[in-house]
Every structure is written in C-alpha cells, then in structure tokens.
C-alpha cells in the first residue's frame, strides 16, 4: 500500500504495479468529500466534475484529489473505503484536508 495526499505526486511516481487506487475527493466550494476507489483516477476524476454527471457529486462539483492510497487487490481498497466512511475515518479525511489547506 502507498499513501499520498498529493494527486500528482502520486499520478507521476506510483509504479505501474498497482491495480486500485482509494481516493477522497474534496470539494472547498461546499465544503464536501467523497470517498471511493478506481483503477483510473484522471478518467473517475474527469467523470466526478463532467457537466453530464447525474451522481451525488454533481451537486458539489468541482471536485480535487485531496487523498489516495493505492491496492493491489480491489477488496483491501473496499476494506479501507469502508474504514474511511465510518466516523473515526471521516475525522481522520478532515484532518488531512485540514493540513492541506
């Protein structure tokens, strides 16, 4: 697993090897996040901000990379979604925003 909290650090440097990509997104305008996982984060991210957008995050858009962690298997990425959507995960994404801003 590799954690990162800049987008493009870990778009340009991550090795190819891994499959799964945990992000959180944020959007400062609403002051909202949005946590999920994806093999292609530049195409979820495009998805998530696309003007035709009809999910919950088209409310809230426009959206950043705030967080991600990185998987080699799809189901250890839904384990630590799971984990950052409980209460003590939320507090742990707001800290990192925090940080960030």
């Known amino acids: 697993m ?3 909290t800049n987008y493009q650090e870990q ?3 991550t090795p190819l090897k891994y499959k799964v990509i ?4 944020f959007s400062k ?4 996040i949005y946590i999920g996982f994806t093999s292609d984060l530049e195409k979820r991210l495009i998805a998530h901000n696309h003007p035709k957008n009809k999910g919950w995050t088209k409310k809230y858009s426009p ?3 705030v967080y991600t962690e990185t998987f080699d298997h799809k189901e250890e990425a839904i384990i630590r979604e799971k984990q950052l959507k409980s209460a003590k995960g939320r507090e742990f ?3 990192v925003i925090k940080k960030i801003q």
């Not at 945990?22 to 997104?25: H, I, K, P």
């Open 29 to 32: 305008e609403f002051n909202k």
């Open 11 to 13: 778009y340009l440097f």
């Open 2 to 4: 590799t954690i990162t």
């Open 93 to 95: 994404v707001w800290s």
């Open 22 to 25: 945990l992000y959180v997104l």
């Open 63 to 65: 959206w950043e990379v």
